[in-house]
């Protein structure tokens, strides 16, 4: 059975949105379209009311204590930057030293690059072939001057889970903040503020089936009780933390987005996982020198992210052109980078440029994942049946040992 064609398995880079989200959210354009700081008459009241309801559902999805710990953001992008320049102007005076890790998102990393221009020092650590950071390594890398340790919840291009509890413990112990970007965590893997001691938390909607463009933000409020600075001015909603007016639809859902993300799953793991496994099984049975990048067990179990030796990255991505995937290469204007994230587990260039990441969702099927099969089979074969390296690797040739000429 053909699936339709084109498939979407770009999972980590956007989901479409729920139908069940999308109909919790629509009346909130039209028959309840009130301000909810409008309190002086029902229209407000009600949209206050949908407000507060999306805030306990967030705040019940990160196992936080109060629902007065959630500030509504645009997305993750500004709940990075809200949680580490907000903590750190705070903790100015008790600091300097931030430390994070090389393969977080370039909204930690560019957050962080940012504090530096304004005289805080950061540490990026290095992660492990696997893609993983241990507490252990973060409390070596702590000073006296530490204030804020960041460190994501599950990569989004290799899907890695970090020790998220023990990096946790480890800075309560120290009396360090604990930031923590839980994009691609939330609904993916299970996530608790309290028993990780979590004391910022950053998630999305359109990551767990809900619109672009909302967010929040997860702040403490007790032992340690976190302060922020501000970085939008006005009106002073969200307890001065983030001003403008609400947009009440994606609160909505958001709230409703995040509540079915971890209702389902338990399930959804179970059902996803075993579609990951079937295509890398069906890919690895049909090819040869097939690579997983990242660790083999620790990751969600959406994500499968693999290179494709002995072939041409870019023509294996126009090959494939049926089926939305991406690749380990970041188009800059100019040339093709290879992806940050697989340079830091010591993936060469050259291999990472063949790199795929498939993100398996919520809507994907089975038939989809065989079709993709056979379709990155029939590519790669296509491609290396073209490539001389192929065939000298297929002659039992150590491509190590070759002395090349030219150059
Ligand atoms: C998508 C993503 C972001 C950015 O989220 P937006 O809501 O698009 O701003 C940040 N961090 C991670 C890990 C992500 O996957």
Redesign the pocket.
């Known amino acids: 059975m053909t699936p339709n064609l084109p498939i979407y398995m770009d999972n ?3 989901t479409a949105v729920d139908p069940r989200v999308l109909a919790a959210m629509l009346p909130w354009f039209t028959t309840k379209f009130g301000n909810a700081a409008s309190r002086t008459h029902s229209f407000g009241r009600e949209a206050e009311e949908a407000v507060d309801k999306a805030r306990d559902q967030v705040a019940r999805a990160l196992g936080a204590s109060s629902a007065k710990e959630i500030v509504f953001t ?7 930057n809200l949680g580490i320049k907000g903590a750190a102007h705070m903790l100015r005076e008790q600091g300097d030293h931030i430390v994070t890790i090389c393969t ?5 990393l560019d957050s962080c690059m940012a504090l530096e221009r304004e005289g805080f020092r950061v540490t990026f650590l290095p992660v492990d072939n696997q893609g993983l950071v241990s507490a252990a390594q973060i409390e070596a890398a702590l000073t006296e001057q530490t204030i804020l340790v960041a460190v ?5 291009e290799i899907g890695v889970v970090q020790p998220l509890e023990q990096i946790g413990a480890m800075c309560h112990a120290r009396g360090v903040l604990f930031f923590c ?4 965590g939330l609904g993916k893997v299970p996530l608790d503020v309290e028993a990780m001691h979590i004391d910022l938390c ?1 998630v ?4 767990i089936y809900g619109p ?4 929040a933000l997860y702040v403490r409020r007790k032992a340690p009780r976190v302060r922020l600075e501000a970085m939008i001015h006005g009106g002073g909603h969200e307890r001065g933390l983030r001003s403008g007016t609400l947009a009440v639809p994606l609160l909505v859902a958001l709230g409703e987005a995040a509540e079915l993300a971890v209702a389902e799953m338990p399930a959804e793991s179970a059902r996803i996982g075993a579609l990951r496994e079937r295509l890398h099984g069906g890919l690895t049975a049909q090819l040869e020198h097939v690579y997983l990048n990242g660790h083999p067990t620790l990751r969600t179990p959406g994500n499968l992210n693999c290179s494709f030796a002995y072939v041409e990255g870019e023509s294996l991505l126009m090959g494939i052109h049926d089926v939305a995937v991406s690749s380990g290469s970041a188009c800059t204007s100019a040339s093709l980078e290879p992806s940050y994230v697989l340079k830091a587990l010591g993936v060469d260039d050259e291999l990472a440029h063949t790199s795929i990441r498939f993100g398996i969702g919520r809507f994907n099927t089975e038939a989809e994942i065989d079709y993709t099969i056979g379709r990155v089979v029939e590519v790669v074969n296509r491609l290396r049946d073209m490539s001389p390296l192929w065939e000298m690797v297929q002659e039992g040739i150590d491509l190590k040992s070759v002395q090349w000429t030219g150059h």
């Open positions: 980590h880079a956007t645009s997305g993750a992008t500004e709940s990075n977080e998102h370039k909204a930690v994501m919840a599950v990569n989004n970007d839980a994009a691609q950053a999305t909607a359109h990551k672009k463009g909302v967010g």
